[in-house]
Structures are given as C-alpha cells and as structure tokens.
C-alpha cells in the first residue's frame, strides 16, 4: 500500500517536473494577454447562453456591434458576414499592445468549455501566430479545394467562425479587408490561408484536430459528452481531443443547444441545474396588482374530455384574477355548454376575456395569431400564456413559476401516466419530425431535473410579450406548406434565435388523450375510463376510496353487508342525469324484454347500463375499483366482476316506493346510493330480514357489498318522499 502511494506521488511529481520545465522553456503568456471579441448585433438567447458560459472561466469579452443592424446575411441561404470583418478591423485599430491575444469568435452558437489557460497553453504549443478553427467541408467555394495545403491527420479547410493569435498579426491579416458587409468573411480569410506567402508572413495555421475550437457542422459524429466532476465538456473521439470551444456553425443549432444543456456546467451529475437558479424573476412578495398581466389562451380545437374539470382547475390557478385576460377559441358547439356555464360565473373575476366561438369562421391558425395578438396590443401585457384544453393543469402555480424562470419561451413537460410521451420532443429527424434526444428518457423520468433548451414544444407554453412584439411579430409564425401547424411555429421560434426550454423541475400535469371520445351522451366523462383512467378517477372516484386498502375504513352495518365509499357527489350526478336523460324507465312489470327468459320475479322500476351502452365501462370500473375490496373483505373470493344485469333503479312513492324481500341472482351484490337520504327523498334503505337488521341512512357515493343469495334475504324500504335512485349490480351470477 505504501510502496504504491510512492509511485503514484513520483509520476505525479514527474509529469509536473517535466511540464513546469517544457513551459519554462516557453514562458506562459499570461491569461491578461488574453482578450476575447466578439459580435453580436442583438443580445440574443444563445449570446446570454455564450456570455454565461465566458463568465464561468473568466474570459474578458469585448462585444462588438451592439445595436448595429445585421447586414452579414443569413448562414442558411448566402455566404455573409463581412460585417464581423470590418467591425473587428475597426476594434483592432483601438489595440494598442502588440502582444495582446486576440480570441475572436462567434457568440450566438458558441460555448466555452474550458477556460483561458488551457487555451492559451494549447495555443502556445501550436507553434503558429494565428490558428483558425478547422472545417470537414470545404465553404463557399468548393473550387479552391486544391489550393489548400494537405494536412496528414484531420481536418484541412479554414472556419472563420473562431481563431485566435497575436493582434499584430490579425491586424496585419484584416488590413486588407474593403468588402461589402454581406461579401463572405469566410472566402476572404481563406483566400489570406491558400496564398503561400500570406500563410507564412502572418504565420497562419489550422486547429486539424480540434484542440482548440470544435466546429460541428461536419463533425457530429465525433463529438460526445464528458462529464467530470462537477463539470461538462465536448470530447472529440475521432482525434481524442478536448476542444475548448464549442461552435454549432451552420446547420447545426440543435446541437449546440443540446450541448449547451451541459457545458460547461449547466447541468452536472453532482450539482443538477445551474440555469434553474440564475436571472429569476421572484414574484413572492408582490403585492397582487404588481403581478405581470398576463394572456391565457385557451385553444379548443378537438372535441376533449373533461373540459368543464379544465376550467374549474383554471378558476383554481394561483395568480390574482385581475391580472389575467383570457382568450378562448372554441371550435366544437359541443363545448359551447362548458364554455359558458364557466363564464357566466366567473367572467367578470377576470381583466378581460374574448371568446371566438365555432360560429365566427376563424380557423385554428389564425385563432393562434389572434391570441398573439390580444397580448401584443395590450401595452401592459407582458405574457401569453398558451393552453390547448387537452392538457390537465395539475400544479396551480404554474404559472408562476414559469415566470419566475425568466426566459423567453419556456413550457412546462407534460406527460401521458404509463407512457414516454411527453410534450416535447429532444431532438429532430432530418426531416423535421420526433427524434429521441439520449437524455429524452432520463429527463421524462425524472432523473435529470432542470430547464432544457429544445428544438420542439407544444399544448402549454409562456411565452414572452416583448418577444411576440419583436423576434415573434409576424402573423404568419404558424403557417408552412409542408410542416404541420405546431411544428412550423417552432421551427419559426428557432429560426429567430429565441430558446424554447421545457422545464421538468416540478410536477406540472399531463396530456388528455382525445382519440376515442365520443359525443352522443350527456356526460361523455363518464365514458372515459379506458382512454384517461387517470382523470377518470378523480372525477369520479370518492377521495377517501384509496383508504380502503390502507385504512380500516369499511364498515360492517349488518353482518357480511359492507359498506365503503367508492363515488364522488360528480359521478353520482352525472350517473343519475345520463339516465334521467335517457329516461326509459322499465315499467316495473314482471315481463322484462331485456333479460333471458323474458320475466323477472323481482321487477323494478330501472334502466340496465347497456341500454346506455355503458356495461363495458361499468364492467372496467367492477374490475378496477369493487373487484380489490370484495377480495379484502371475503378473502379467498377471487372474482372477475361478471355481471348479466347491472341497472340504475328508481323508487318514488306514485311509482314503485319499495321492493319486496327477495334474493339476488348474485355471488355478491353491489349497490350504490346516488343521492342524499333526507335532501333528495325520504324514507329508503333496506332491511336484511335474517339479521333483522336495517340500514335507514344510505350515504351517496357509498357503496353496500353484501352475498346475494341464501343469507342475506332482503327488501328495499318505502321511499316516502322524492325519487331515491341506486346502482345495483349482481355480479358473479
Ligand atoms: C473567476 O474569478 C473569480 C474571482 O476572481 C474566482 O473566484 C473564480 O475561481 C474564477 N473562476 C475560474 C474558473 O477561474
Ligand atoms: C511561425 O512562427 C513560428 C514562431 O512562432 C516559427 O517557428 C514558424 O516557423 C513559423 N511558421 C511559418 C510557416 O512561418
Ligand atoms: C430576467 O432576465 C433578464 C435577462 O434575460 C435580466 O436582465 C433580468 O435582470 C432578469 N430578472 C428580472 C427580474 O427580470
Ligand atoms: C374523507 O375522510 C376524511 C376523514 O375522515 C373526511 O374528513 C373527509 O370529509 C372525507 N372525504 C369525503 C369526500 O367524504
């Protein structure tokens, strides 16, 4: 053990003895030699992006052209960019050490992952005045491929984009600039490299093996991530380099975003999210009107399930009312119903609202635009908040944290229970569609928690109002001829150089599944428990039903009759309603069309769930919810919750106000009480004639358990007032 410290002790001493003895031979240049220019005409999302990253090394950093118009051109479609020539000729013209070292670089689509003494070391081992990063392709003009020089491992043609040296020398490069602010800044200074005696009287030469600067247009293979301790830098695995600049040139923005999601220290396993903490705008300590007014735009655009619950969780919303507006676009007059009970009662709580119902002719691309707008034109707007009504606002403060995030465009992650799906998408197909970023599932499942910049978000989003009136003012953001509306909006977004993060730092909610819902019923919820089990289940399952297996909540009125709640007041409205509604009542006679056999002993005034075409939902809520408590309370019962007859019964005093004592075709009995002993009708209940035992006060949304056959001979007591309904089902027949 000790002799192994040894060792290990004397490499290290070795390796720095040699080092300190190599650098002394050349002397460092000291890192206040150095000092970084840059251009950028608007402070945009990827300079702040740049700027944290040269902050965390302490780079110096002279920014060029702040406020000045962009005349460079646009990458994408012509070569340009003479403009950084002539503006860092001009700034070097202030220079006035000879020795100074000049970094000059990109800011939009660059990050540092490293600092300025590793850059200055490796700069000082090149052995050149002036590095240029290097390129796999060969840009603008392909022609001039043989002029360059052949290099014998790596990359052999010149990337304007970032190169470092002596101020004499770029001064000495750059004096012979007099182009046009679009003539290509690339052409010139590889016209300077292919001409022999300019390469060697300034001294020039490129960074083949990405030592320095890691350009990726080109090069996306062969750049990982490494993350080590507490920091994240790009590795090059074809050259086995580290780069200390990282540039998402040309085409390659995503991914320079997703490396920017790490480097250099934005996100780490052992610190998490830097960015979560950084330029945050606290709203807790405001007073109520001294919040930012925001826009809420609510898109119906699909008949949705669950759209009245939508708007009870937008009532409930953590944020002062008379700061919001609301814009609600309404395609389906199915939900015209939804729409208005809401706002009937809750319409004037709010600043202002504009609704644009399915009568007015607009169509959902320009209801988007027309939201835009409503915040745009309002001075004291300062964000729209985006809603589609599929999505299930789970966490009321939402919005608030959103904005306290402080950035320009940033969408909470939304999921789907039991699947990956979620609301954003961690990268892009080459043709623009879904791909799977690495991280994609690490963030969908919690295990990288922070705000992630990615190429596509939709359903909910905040987005900036000083945005929408300058980067986003166009009307036409969500119209394309070949990309479908959300898509050709972000693509838009990106195209303007504004972030789209989606942030997974807390628990926001999820995405409805709108597929399969159908419309001919009066609460088409109810049928919803196959397509969204989980909003299924809050509507309509009781609070307190999730105790049972816990708690010791069942109760035992009579013996073997158990007694637990298992509906909300809601389900036990809408089940009542649904029938009311579909109103043919059995007369209550004995002969019965509906069942085998044709006559019933025991005859009742009721409708059978599958006359509402309802026995396959009711058949998955048996399963699901009675199945596990009849499996608690007659243990070694197992049961598949087969029913024949399953019905909503209705006593009233003028039509049927009792049952006689009989016995249930039944292995056991449900029955649900669906409305309120001593409100709703007097009287009811029933008796178990064995026991002598009776249960005069039914609670609605409970549920009695009882055997149906030989013990548990039973009547149904006299309603003496009112219309009492219960939902009987005998299952196991
Ligand atoms: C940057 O400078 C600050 C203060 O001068 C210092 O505390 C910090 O360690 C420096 N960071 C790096 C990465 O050198
Ligand atoms: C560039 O300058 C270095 C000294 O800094 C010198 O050793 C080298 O030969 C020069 N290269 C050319 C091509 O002039
Ligand atoms: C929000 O972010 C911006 C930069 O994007 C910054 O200037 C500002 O100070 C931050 N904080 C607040 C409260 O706006
Ligand atoms: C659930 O149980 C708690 C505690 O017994 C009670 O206070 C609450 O009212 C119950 N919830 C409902 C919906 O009945």
Redesign the pocket.
């Known amino acids: 053990m000790k002799l192994e410290t040894l060792t290990l002790v004397l490499g290290l001493l070795g390796l720095t003895a040699f080092s300190s003895l190599h650098c002394e031979s050349k002397g460092h240049i000291p890192e206040g030699k150095l000092l970084v220019l840059t251009i950028a005409t608007k402070e945009t999302d990827g300079f702040k992006r740049f700027m944290g990253s040269a902050r965390h090394f302490n780079y110096t950093v002279k920014v060029l052209g702040r406020g000045e118009k962009w005349n460079g051109g646009n990458y994408m479609s012509a070569p340009g960019g003479g403009q950084k020539v002539r503006l860092l000729k001009s700034a070097l013209a202030d220079i006035k050490e000879e020795d100074k070292i000049i970094l000059f670089i990109d800011s939009y689509d660059v990050v540092f992952s490293s600092g300025p003494k590793e850059l200055l070391k490796k700069f000082q081992q090149v052995k050149h005045k002036v590095v240029f990063s290097a390129e796999t392709h060969i840009w603008p003009d392909r022609h001039l491929e043989d002029k360059h020089p052949h290099v014998r491992e790596g990359k052999r043609f010149l990337g304007a984009g970032g190169f470092i040296g002596y101020a004499s020398n770029i001064k000495n490069m750059v004096s012979e600039w007099s182009g046009k602010d679009d003539d290509s800044d690339q052409l010139f200074f590889t016209k300077i490299y292919i001409n022999p005696e300019k390469r060697k009287s300034i001294n020039i030469t490129l960074d083949s093996k990405c030592r320095l600067f890691q350009n990726l247009y080109g090069a996306l293979d062969e750049v990982v991530l490494k993350f080590e301790d507490g920091r994240v830098r790009a590795r090059n695995v074809l050259y086995d380099t580290l780069p200390v600049i990282v540039h998402g040139n040309g085409p390659t923005k995503l991914q320079i975003n997703y490396l920017g999601n790490y480097i250099p220290n934005v996100w780490t396993f052992e610190t998490g999210c830097k960015l979560c903490n950084e330029d945050l705008r606290p709203l807790s300590g405001l007073k109520e009107n001294q919040y930012p007014v925001v826009v809420i735009g609510i898109f119906i655009q699909q008949p949705t399930p669950f759209v009245s619950v939508f708007f009870e969780r937008l009532l409930n919303l953590q944020y002062p009312k008379n700061r919001l507006q609301l814009f609600i676009y309404n395609q389906e007059s199915h939900h015209e119903q939804h729409i208005h009970s809401f706002l009937e009662k809750h319409e004037a709580d709010y600043q202002a609202v504009k609704l644009i119902g399915p009568n007015e002719g607009v169509d959902p691309i320009t209801s988007r635009s027309l939201g835009f707008d409503m915040c745009r034109d309002d001075i004291d707007c300062e964000y729209f908040f985006s809603v589609d009504v599929d999505v299930v606002l789970k966490n009321a403060d939402t919005l608030k944290i959103l904005i306290e995030l402080n950035k320009s465009f940033v969408a909470p992650m939304m999921t789907k229970p039991g699947r990956l799906w979620t609301n954003f998408w961690g990268a892009l197909s080459a043709d623009g569609y879904y791909a799977r970023s690495e991280d994609y599932v690490d963030i969908v499942q919690g295990r990288r928690v922070g705000v992630w910049n990615v190429p596509y978000v939709s359903q909910v989003y905040l987005v900036r109002a000083d945005v929408l009136r300058s980067e986003l003012k166009a009307d036409d953001l969500f119209q394309s001829s070949t990309l479908d509306p959300d898509m050709a909006f972000c693509s838009r977004v990106r195209e303007q150089g504004v972030f789209m993060y989606v942030t997974n730092m807390h628990t926001f909610g999820r995405v409805l599944n709108t597929e399969n819902y159908q419309m001919d019923h009066l609460h088409n919820d109810l049928w919803q428990i196959f397509e969204n089990p989980v909003d299924w289940e809050e509507r309509y399952i ?3 039903y999730s105790r049972i297996m816990k708690d010791n909540i069942v109760e035992t009125p009579c013996p073997d009759v158990y007694w637990f ?1 298992i509906f909300t007041e809601v389900a036990c409205t809408h089940l009542v309603e649904e029938m009311e509604n579909f109103g043919q009542w059995s007369g209550g006679g004995n002969v019965d069309k509906r069942i085998q056999g044709g006559y019933e002993n025991v005859p009742t005034v009721d409708i059978h769930m599958n006359q509402i075409n309802f026995e396959k939902e009711w058949h998955k809520f048996l399963l699901d919810y009675i199945a596990p408590v009849t499996e608690k309370m007659f243990p070694g019962y197992y049961t598949r919750a087969q029913f024949d007859l399953a019905f909503v019964v209705r006593y009233r005093p003028d039509e049927q106000p009792f049952l006689r004592p009989h016995h249930d075709a039944s292995t056991f009995t449900i029955n649900i009480a669906l409305n309120q002993v001593g409100i709703d009708y007097q009287g009811g209940g029933c008796r178990f004639l064995r026991y002598n035992c009776y249960i005069r006060a039914p609670r609605k949304g409970w549920a009695l358990m009882h055997p149906g056959r030989l013990t548990h001979y039973h009547e149904g007591l006299p309603t003496t007032e009112g219309t009492r309904y219960i939902a009987v089902s005998f299952v196991d027949p």
């Open positions: 009781h609070q307190n709640p």
